[in-house]
């Protein structure tokens, strides 16, 4: 009976999890769409939701502490329940990436883009979708899932390597490019590192399954 | 599964145990107890801990007794041989029960009583040993100004670390705790908890917890038994946050037991 509850308040822990992830995938979606629009408006929207974000960060974090102090997890129930501490922080900070391209948005104002952009929503779409496939695999403990997204983060490291030698040639042909070209450059930065904590959870969903705790690409 | 280490206070090779009635067995049981550490042993009821226990202090009846193979070593000399001296024996394991059981006499003479009885009757060498035996069982400092009040007068929780200071007082090697803290409040519980992880210093204790939360907070090593059987051993924690056995992932989580 105790057992029984135990693992509903698991799923439903797992469920706020995946919901949480999507908020954070939306709004770094919505980050670049409006900077693409240069829609200020919509950023400003991107910061607020952030702020959200970050509050119910706290929230899941003291409900896993609640079910920590009443369950007193063992083996495998205390790697999900110390994982679900590390993902909730994890998204968290790739929240903040979104709204770091938010911020630059609104600090261009009525500046126009440097070039319209093609390949930073499309590092976007694939990071975001890359972090959705990451949690999917984390609740379902799915291994093999979760051993094969890692690579896919080359794909995200070649978009922004593109980007950087695009702007680079940018900012060699016309020096009053730099700012423009800075922004972008950012904005790119940002969106390798949100893939890159995406690796991350991936190595969760190896320690909750395997108890092996380390750098996924040890365990490829 | 045992990895033989130069530290090792007791080894257990080997080992069967039947009783005459069939009721509870262990089945070649190999396990090594770390010296200066806390080893638990621990499983659902009727695994065979106590057995074990028992065995290792010869305390089980030889008449209940209807099988008994393979060796227990405290050090080198095997603890099973029919030639081995049980007093002696039972003077460097010490043994300590669920219940406390203190005799009707002082707190004082609940210590001195063993030594008395070997033959030591110099007042300032029995001080001592209360005193040494008492501070060492975390006791000391509560009652060192009533040791002459009757020990039933103690609370459980008392009563029990006298049981652990008593058993102190004989200089034992190793001292063997069986569910010490079951019918302790939590305060007294980790009163006791506290005291083991100092005596471990000086001792080699093997410890049954009277639960998994106590299984992990005082293990050192850890022994998982299951219907007689030894399921699994790590030493360190690493039972307690990935296990290798589903048997004991089964049981650590909660599924059974």
Known sequence: MLRKSFESEIQNMKNEILAFGSMVEQNLLESVDALKTRDVNRSHKVVEVDKIINKKRFELENEVMILIATQQPMAKDLRLLSSFFEIISELERMGDYAKGIGVINIRMGSEELLKPLVDIPRMA?????????????????????????????????????QIYRELITYIISDPKAIEKA???????????????????????????VNGRLGEIEDAL | MVTPAMTDKIKIEGFSLQYQDGTETLRNVNLSIEKNAITVLFGPAGGGKSSLLRSINRLNDPEDIKQIDGHIFLDSEDILSPKVDLINLRRKIGMVFARPVVLPLTIRKNITYGLEVMGEHNKARLDDAVERSLRQAALWEEINHRLDDPAVALSGGQQQRLCIARTLALEPDVIMLDEPTSGLDPISTGKVENSLQELKKQYTIILVPHSVQQAARTADNAAFFLQGELIEFSRGKGIFTAPTVKKTEDYVTGRFG
Not at chain 1, 184 to 189: G, P, R, S, T, Y
Not at chain 1, 190 to 208: M, S
């Open chain 1, 125 to 161: 779409e694939k990071s975001a979708d890359m972090a959705h496939r990451a949690l999917v695999a984390f609740i379902n403990e799915d291994v093999e899932a979760a051993k094969s997204i890692p690579a896919e983060d080359d794909e995200v490291d070649a978009l922004y390597n």
């Open chain 1, 182 to 208: 800075n922004w972008l450059l950012w904005v790119a930065h940002n969106l390798e590192r949100f893939a890159d904590r995406v690796i991350n959870i991936c190595e969760r969903t190896l320690f909750v």
